[in-house]
């Protein structure tokens, strides 16, 4: 296994020092490291941080191959400076089996990029009335941890109790898509002044807060752990700084578009800009972005979501929603935080990997830890090009625009994944 | 000259100003034994429907004519798009056959805004979901013009769902760039959020039709679906009329001069009565005339026939 040294490198904003990676690990950290069978990475001016972890990815294998596969996202993963990411379940097959959640962890292991923990969905074929066999995928190759119906929501209050407290009995974690499902009935973006103006039906910020209302009483009434999908709302992280204050065991996500993008994008009615739960305005942005940085929302979670050309290029009400994230959320995070790296290190690695019960993830190199980290030009600036992103799909919301900081290299267990800013393989 | 016609907001003071003019020219040709002009001779217009509408496609479908243009109807019955032909390629067979306008009526709000990106010709808007539908507040306006002789200073209430009516959304954009005052009357589940902010900060809402009709000299009814019952926007029909529906009582508190107009089709008994409908007060005819000399005047002016 070839070593690297990395020299010069300012881990998680710390002073520069070098870093030496070997056999899996980070064997050495310090001034003056010298190797000289390693490969010499010159990291001056860069920053080391552990690998990021994406809890929202869609990978879209099986079933839609055309617009993502496990390889192909796992690249675009990686070249974002991620180590791991869990896949959702909205597949076709829907991830709702042992057999299905251990394809994808196979899948991932062989495209080897990243580590591919796939999420499990919390009823059969997401229809919302049932439970899905969660031990199954839980005692599976896969150690399905987190479940989640993402893209419906678990309406049922009911089946949305009895999944809370089911999956206590392995450490389980519900991760709610907070959508009322009769008040967003033929929803096509944030309800206010935009929807009207256009003509669009709204999606009020109240489907969402309800439901996150109820979602926290519940945990709290039966004791289990709630994460809380892409937060987009004002109301909603004033329902979750509450539910925190009085000890709810609850986590929550936003996404990245949700911290840059307003409503207003819709108006030239291109669906690049369609997303569930829409893109919400000014103010929305500003509460966000206040509760990232106190710590009321946990984590920043990309929301991954590609789609094929056909399901974009098309009227707004027809074309499906989503974005693509993995390649861009760690420019927007340094857009959006400013280079505050011990926050973004927390928000995009270390949280993550711990409610996903990702061990040897989130972790900062360290002399001993798994060497899964990503290394970052922050000086650099960027234009996103669609056609130039790893993922099959070209559906950003960023194209052409210009966006700080890059990632040089990522290494997974010690290997590197992306060199030169370039993917390995 | 703008290129397309999509939006009321696209249209400025002095351009309206111009189609309103050149309609008015327009409507002398229908005078005529011979209703022709040879502005449009050559020109390929594309009256491209994915919704049921005769009555605005045969409109558009006169005035191309009348202007001498080559008209094909393109339907979404019966034609490639029932195969699942996508906009997008449809498009591009309309812009491959070297159509210089395409009017497109579609049930989604900004086809006609997608449709724009994707051929060189002018793209007319004719009705996009629950967005806009210009030209009927074009044709709306003139006949407002015509009836009572100005549009600034005028008062108009938009009376009934106006959450779902493009007719409306339009109206209140054209209407306030040529300084007429709309106020928005009808359900509160029936008129849409920040709806002053979104249109025209100068836009009144009232949910009470009697105490707006003595003070307007145009009350506009919007065609109010039955179906909206069973999604709760109001308890019943009776119900919806008399609280919201226009009849000789209610139409007799408007002033002496005002007018009652109407985009059609009506539901008579639903949101108008026929005593008002066919009252010498109601325009609804005259609208349907007007709207093929404002659709003259557009695609005149479109396609650059001031030019030639």
Not at chain 1, 251 to 265: M, S
Not at chain 2, 146 to 161: C, K, Q, Y
């Amino acid at each position: 296994m070839t070593a690297y040294l990395i020299t010069s490198v300012s881990i998680v904003g710390a002073a520069p020092t070098d870093l030496l990676i070997r056999d899996g690990v980070v064997a050495e950290v310090g001034p003056g490291l010298s190797a000289p069978d390693a490969v010499v990475v010159d990291g001056t001016g860069l920053v080391a941080l552990p690998g990021l972890v994406d809890l929202h990815t869609h990978l879209r294998e099986p079933g839609r191959e055309d617009a993502e596969t496990v390889e192909s996202g796992s690249r675009a993963a990686a070249l974002g400076g991620y180590t791991a990411v869990c896949a959702m379940a909205n597949t076709s097959p829907v991830a709702d089996t042992a057999g299905v959640v251990e394809q994808v962890w196979r899948l991932g292991r062989e495209a080897g990029l990243v580590d591919v923990q796939p999420v499990g969905a919390v009823t059969v074929g997401l229809a919302g009335e049932r439970l899905a066999e969660l031990g199954a995928m839980a005692d599976s190759a896969a150690r399905v941890r987190i479940f989640s119906d993402d893209g419906h929501c678990v309406a049922d209050p009911l089946l949305m109790r009895r999944a809370l407290e089911y999956v206590k009995a392995f450490d389980g974690i519900i991760a709610q898509h907070a959508e009322e499902p009769r008040l967003t009935e033929g929803a096509q973006m944030h309800e206010g002044e935009v929807s009207t103006r256009l003509g669009l039906i709204g999606w009020p910020a109240v489907a969402e807060e309800a439901i996150i209302a109820r979602d926290v009483l519940l945990a709290e009434h039966v004791g289990s752990r709630l994460h809380v999908c892409h937060v987009s709302t004002a109301g909603s992280v004033e329902v979750l700084r509450q539910a925190k204050a009085r000890g709810v065991r609850v986590t929550a996500e936003v996404t990245p578009h949700h911290l840059l993008l307003t409503d207003e994008r819709a108006e030239t009615y291109d669906p690049v800009f369609k997303v569930n739960p829409p893109l919400r305005t000014a103010d929305d942005i500003a509460a966000l972005r206040s509760a990232l940085a106190d710590g009321v929302i946990d984590v920043i979670a990309t929301d991954h979501a590609p789609h094929a050309v056909e399901d974009k290029e098309c009227e707004w009400a027809y074309a499906r929603p989503g974005m693509l994230g993995l390649e861009t959320a760690l420019s927007i995070a340094l857009d959006v935080l400013g280079p505050e790296w011990d926050l973004i290190a927390e928000r995009m690695s270390r949280t993550p990997a711990r409610i996903a019960g990702l061990t040897g993830h989130g972790v900062d190199p360290a002399p001993g830890v798994p060497a899964n980290l990503t290394v970052i030009d922050p000086a650099a600036r960027r234009t996103i090009e669609p056609a130039e992103l790893a993922s099959r799909s070209r559906n950003t919301p960023y194209a052409r625009m210009t966006l700080p900081g890059r990632i040089v290299a990522t290494f997974l267990r010690g290997e590197p994944t992306v060199l030169d800013g370039k993917a390995v393989k | 000259m703008i290129r397309h016609l999509l939006s009321g907001a696209d249209l400025d003071a002095d351009t309206a100003t111009e189609i309103l003019d050149t309609a008015a020219e327009m409507a002398t040709v229908a005078g005529r034994e011979i209703k022709k002009l040879p502005a449009l001779r050559g020109r390929t217009v594309v009256n491209l429907f994915y919704e049921d509408s005769t009555r605005t496609r045969i409109s558009f479908e006169a005035a191309a004519k009348r202007l001498s243009a080559d008209v094909i109807n393109f339907s979404a019955k019966g034609s490639s798009v029932a195969k699942g032909e996508s906009l997008k390629d449809t498009a591009l067979t309309l812009q491959a056959m070297g159509a210089d306008a395409v009017v497109v009526r579609h049930p989604a709000s900004g086809a006609p805004h997608r449709l724009a990106n994707w051929v060189d010709g002018s793209v007319v808007n004719a009705g996009d979901g629950t967005h806009e539908h210009p030209t009927q507040a074009l044709l709306d306006a003139y006949t407002m013009r015509a009836r009572l002789g100005r549009l600034a200073g005028l008062s108009v209430a938009v009376v009934g769902d106006v959450l779902h009516s493009r007719v409306a959304r339009s109206n209140v954009l054209l209407l306030s760039t040529l300084g007429a005052k709309v106020t928005l009357v009808g359900p509160p589940t029936l008129i849409p959020v920040d709806i002053a902010g979104a249109l025209a900060p100068g836009t009144d809402v009232s949910y009470d039709l009697d105490a707006v009709l003595p003070d307007v000299d145009v009350v506009m009814m919007l065609r109010v679906q039955r179906e909206r019952m069973k999604d709760s926007y109001f308890p019943s029909a009776r119900e919806y009329s008399r609280r919201y529906g226009l009849d000789g009582p209610r139409m007799r508190r408007l002033p002496e001069h005002a007018i009652v107009m109407h985009p059609g089709p009506m539901n008579r008994g639903m949101e108008i009565t026929p005593e008002v409908a066919d009252s010498p007060r109601s325009t609804i005819v005259e609208q349907v005339t007007n709207g093929v000399s404002v659709r003259m005047a557009v695609l005149y002016l479109l396609l650059g026939g001031n030019n030639r």
